[in-house]
């Protein structure tokens, strides 16, 4: 079957790094994003992956290691609306149009 | 700039009801969503739909049905209503990356 894990929550200060990291394992594989989700709302898209390596988009940065089926969000300069749940997850199968399945989420908890 | 649009945003069912959550999107994406989202806990996906006119079971598919109307709607039918099926459901399409609805909060009473 699929699987994600990733840490349930983690805490951090204001201005701090924070990484999450996501382990997979899938019967195939087509790319590892990331989402934002905060309170009452909807997931909202952060990075993809579909190679090995960093991809960096402002504060935020995801790695994507293929033979250790591993990934993390990198998370600079907190800020405290920064504090929100974060997803990883994994297109299982082939091409772009195979199942999307979300790992349980991060809970991020930016202090001051 | 719709994105993906989900109805109804609330809703509250008595047992034994059925009701469809419809869901559209203007991002030309093959592949369609849902998922439900029960408090302190991730997405799970109830089914999915790679092209038009093709629809598979997700992990939760039991209490539901879909149909992929064509390429820009996807919509979700309970048929009987129970209790455990209150939860927030959400609809999403991709290609890269997955857009979401803003979610339907549902509750079965």
């Known amino acids: 079957g699929q699987s994600l894990e990733q840490p349930s929550e983690v805490t951090a200060v204001e201005g701090a790094i924070v990484q999450i990291n996501c382990t997979y394992q899938?019967?195939?594989?087509?790319?590892l994003s990331w989402y934002q989700q905060h309170d009452g709302g909807a997931p909202t898209f952060l990075s993809y992956?579909?190679?090995?390596g960093l991809e960096e988009t402002g504060r935020f940065s995801s790695f994507l290691s293929r033979s250790d089926s591993y990934g993390y969000l990198l998370l600079q300069e907190l800020q405290m609306k920064d504090s929100a749940s974060y997803f990883c997850?994994?297109?299982?199968?082939?091409?772009?149009?195979?199942?999307?399945?979300f790992g349980q989420g991060t809970t991020l908890q930016v202090k001051p | 700039n719709a994105g993906v649009t989900q109805t109804p945003k609330f809703q509250v069912l008595k047992t034994g009801q059925s009701m469809t959550l419809q869901c559209a999107q203007d991002?030309?994406?093959?592949?369609m969503y849902w998922y439900r989202q029960d408090p302190g806990m991730g997405l799970r996906l109830i089914y999915y739909?790679?092209?038009?006119?093709?629809?598979d079971k997700g992990e939760v598919p039991n209490g539901y049905n879909v149909s992929r109307l064509n390429k820009r709607e996807f919509s979700l039918r309970l048929e009987s209503a129970a209790p455990s099926q209150t939860s927030v459901y959400f609809c999403?399409?991709?290609?890269?990356?997955?857009?979401f609805g803003q979610g339907t909060r549902l509750t079965v009473v």
């Open positions: 739909s790679a092209s038009e006119g093709t629809t």
């Open positions: 899938t019967s195939g594989f087509y790319g």
């Open positions: 992956n579909a190679l090995d």
């Open positions: 997850a994994v297109r299982d199968g082939s091409g772009n149009t195979g199942k999307l399945i």
């Open positions: 991002m030309n994406h093959n592949s």
């Open positions: 999403a399409s991709s290609d890269r990356a997955a857009f």
